[in-house]
């Protein structure tokens, strides 16, 4: 007997592999991935019996329809999205084309009477900083990239669903989130596995710019209570770590953990993209988890484990 059925947009990447897994624990779950491949990675999306994969393009309408129809979906999750900041900023209209794909995910939801939809946003809807910590109400939208930009159109289309059709929708804002799944062309694998190799560690610019990175455990953990928590419903909440540190200090972290002997190459400041802070108010995260979230140390432990194991 099927519990709950769940769609999840882009689930063969990072923080969506890492959502089916944990969904996937209820046997009683069913979980249908619909990714299309072309950033995400089909080893990613765990091999169990409740775990379905459909090779598609959300931004196919007809496609993800015919999927909608296949099965009665209790909630969706979308995070199917062209994502890092070179490669959206080497593809704009690439990116651009993902505002297809939540309007497509929003109308079907919509029609087939889905009981809420969630959406991974991105701390890159903020743009540069007007306050730290950046809370949810008070922190203009003001980024200009394409990415951040659909993101932000994205957040609007969610709640207009709302407004004018009723459905029910949460809104996560995900800053910096590392973890076992996640491509090594983000800063988090990218530093460590140079550091494991010995080889030089590069940073764009002075290294001054700030991030937080929240565990992919903490992430996961909060979206699942978020849907457990009606008082989360038709709401939008930070997902990440709270506490700040620049790029060079997790350089200096990842070279301790791993008794490297990298050293730290600094390369030409990006042009545009690499914003100059970052770090979200996790008040609403913190209540709804419960729980200490993971240390970067920690965290970046467990990521070593699993690159020395694999």
Do not use: W
Request: with cysteine; hydrophobic share 35%.
């Amino acid at each position: 007997m099927i519990e709950t059925t769940y769609l999840i947009t882009g689930g063969a990447g990072n923080i969506g592999s890492a959502l089916v897994r944990k969904l996937a624990e209820n046997e009683l779950n069913k979980i249908v991935v619909v990714d299309n491949l072309s950033t995400g990675d089909i080893n990613k999306i765990p091999d169990l019996p409740n775990v379905y994969h459909v090779d598609l393009d959300v931004n196919n309408y007809e496609n993800l329809k015919a999927t909608f129809e296949d099965h009665d979906f209790d909630y969706v999750f979308h995070y199917a999205a062209v994502v890092g900041v070179k490669r959206t900023l080497e593809n704009p209209m690439m990116v651009l084309d993902d505002i297809d794909g939540i309007k497509n995910v929003l109308s079907l939801s919509k029609d087939h009477k889905v009981k809420r939809v969630f959406f991974s946003s991105s701390s890159e809807v903020y743009g540069e900083p007007f306050e730290i910590p950046q809370n949810e109400t008070t922190t203009p939208l003001n980024s200009r990239l394409p990415y951040a930009i659909v993101k932000n159109v994205g957040e609007a289309f969610f709640k207009s669903y709302h407004q004018e059709y009723g459905l029910n929708y949460t809104i996560f804002r995900f800053f910096n989130t590392y973890g076992p799944n996640q491509s090594e062309d983000f800063v988090v694998p990218r530093f460590l596995k140079a550091a494991m190799a010995n080889e030089p560690i590069q940073i764009y610019g002075d290294g001054l710019q700030t991030r937080s990175f929240c565990y992919v455990d903490d992430n996961v953990d909060t979206c699942i209570a978020a849907l457990k928590n009606e008082n989360y419903a038709n709401d939008v909440l930070n997902v990440g770590s709270d506490i700040e540190i620049t790029i060079l200090e997790l350089a200096q972290t990842v070279i301790k953990v791993t008794d490297s002997d990298s050293p730290i190459v600094h390369l030409p400041a990006l042009k545009e993209g690499d914003m100059t802070r970052r770090c979200p108010d996790t008040t609403k995260m913190k209540n709804l988890l419960n729980r200490d979230l993971v240390p970067l140390e920690t965290g970046l432990r467990k990521l070593i484990a699993f690159y020395e194991n694999r």
